[in-house]
Structure formats: C-alpha cells, structure tokens
C-alpha cells in the first residue's frame, strides 16, 4: 500500500516547492482534494489567475516511469480524439515531471502540472433528470478512449499497473483487502468472499483478449468528466492502467451502484458506446460482475484511505448498499 497523506502541511511545502519550478512570476497553492494523490490549485496570489493544476503523487503509489506514461496518454488521445486533455505544462528546465525529495520523511514525491480546464462537470447527483443524457456522454467518451487505445501502437510501451481481479479484490489488492472494511460484518464478509470466487471464474472464462481488455482510464465517473459548449474534457487520468474496457463502465456507477435507475443507466451508457465501437452479448452478460467487482473494490479503497477528502461522505450506508447487490448477485450467479 502507498504511503497516507498523514501530513498535509508537508505536501503543501512539496506542492510549493514544484510550483516555483514553473515560468510563472508569483504561484500559490490551493488544496483541492486529498485522493490517490494532493491536487492543488496553482494561482497568482495578487491577480487570483489561475494558472494550472498541480498533482503532488502519494509517495509509492506511481513511479517516475509511469508518470511518463501518462503523459504520452495526453497526447495521443488530444491528437487522435475529439476529446479534450489537461496538457502537461513543462518547468523552466523543460521538464514535465518535477521530483521533490523529503529528506526528513525518506520520501521521493512525483509533480505533475497540467492546464486548468474550464467547463461544467456531469455531477448527475445535481441533476438526476439528466443523468441517463450524461450517461450517454460518458459511454461515448469511454469508446472514444478505448479505440484510440486499440490503434495506438505505443500501449507496448506503457508502464502502468493491471486492474484484474488479484489487484482489485484480491487479498494484496492495490487499493487494500475489502475485509478490513471499518464496518466489515462476519456475515459479510462470508456472502462478499463467496461473490469473490463467482466473480473470478466468470471472468477467467471471459478471457482477457484485445477486443475486450486494454488501455482503460479506470475512474471515468461525472466528476472527471468536463463538458463547455459541444467541447468534451476528461480529466483525472491517476488512476489509467491496463484492464477491461467494462471496467471502465462500472467506474462510471461508482457509489451509485444500488440506485434504482442504475439500468437505465447502463442502456444509455451502452447507447453512447455503440456510437462509436461495438458491444457484443459476451460483454453484455458480465455487466452485472464487473458492477459489483466495482463496489468491492472500491470498499477496499475506503477502508485504507480514510485520509481521502471524499471517504466519510461515500462510507454512509455503503455496506448496506453493497449488501444489496452481493444478495442479488447471488441469485443470479450463485
């Protein structure tokens, strides 16, 4: 596991120090969110400019190598696309990563500043009526970034983790094991660990194949999704690995997986999809698996960073939702 944002007066010195780096005459720092790393607002103290976005990495979590992936991602997808990426903003020296070292900490902590986009996110909790409209958004972004993933031949080169079912809901999973849930039951765990198995061998007979598994941003919910005029944004690429595509849509329902409009949902987000590539019924009959590999997944990620600005927000009734759709998983598959 990747170190805690334990302390966040140091990361604040970090993110200052990466800023002056930037051909800027005055910066300031701004904490936006604490999640798998310090997002910062760098602006001009005396005018209020905003100049770009900076993300201070959770020390372990990436390293140098897969920064360099990401930022060969951003390029291709604004040059192949018609979607829209935060550009990586070079320092004075020319360089895209800055590395800032905290001797007294024994950390190495990787910098990454990027444009500052403008726009709206899709945040559908704001706007339920228009939630199936964004869905529909988000499934035809998501096919845009897989295709240009299957013609890229550069995804040989991409130095990024794998999102299958030993790091997401194994024991030694990237993000922590589900069952140190704080609220984790005896009884759940029992039902979640037998959905675990099911989940395993469904996915084993579905295969890992160049049509269904690749290069996947792996977070595209609402909020990393930006849209001004007919201009379409993603953001948030921290997370982009290698993985399934349907992985892509159970991140898109993530903590909203027990809601009763999830189908409709789904339809629309299968309907943007099939604007721009294929879905077949293969793929289809594992929605449901991939959904609630999500939710345990995502379990583990709340259970190890309660230091993350969201967490305490999304754990309310978390596992009674999760409950939910482990019971109906089970009936369906068990």
Known sequence: MATNFENPEMFQRVASEAAS?????????????????ATYLVYDPETDEKLFVL??????????????????????????TPLTVANPIAARDGSYIQVVEVPEEDLTCYCMGTEFL?????????????????????????????????????????KRPHWDVDTMIGPDGIWGDWRDYPEMTPEAEVAIARCCE???????????????????????RDTNIIVEGDVIKVID???????????????????IEDREDVPDLVNAWLDGYRKVL??????????????????????????????STPVQGYMEGFLE?????????????G
């Open 21 to 37: 780096r930037y051909p800027y005459e005055l910066t300031a720092c701004r904490l936006l969110a604490f999640s798998e790393n």
């Open 118 to 158: 403008t726009g709206e996110t899709l945040e559908h909790d704001n706007a339920p009526d228009a939630a199936p409209r964004h869905f529909e958004l988000l499934g035809e972004t998501t096919a845009y970034l897989h295709r240009q993933t299957e013609i890229w031949n550069g995804t040989k080169d991409i």
């Open 278 to 307: 294929p879905f077949t019924d293969t793929d289809f009959v594992e929605i449901d698996t991939f959904i609630l590999q999500r939710r345990i997944q995502m379990m583990a990620w709340l259970g190890s960073h309660q230091d």
């Open 237 to 255: 690429f921290d997370d982009f690995g290698f993985g399934w595509h349907l992985h892509d849509l159970a991140g898109a329902l993530s903590f």
């Open 321 to 333: 939702g999760t409950m939910g759709l482990v019971k109906r998983y089970l009936r369906l598959f």
């Open 55 to 80: 993300r201070v990495g959770r020390p372990g979590y990436h390293t140098y190598e897969e920064y360099e992936s990401e930022i060969a991602w951003l390029r291709q997808i604004n040059d192949y």
């Open 198 to 220: 099911i989940i395993r061998k469904r996915l084993e007979r579905y295969g890992k194949t160049p049509q269904n598994y690749g290069v996947i941003h792996a977070d595209l």
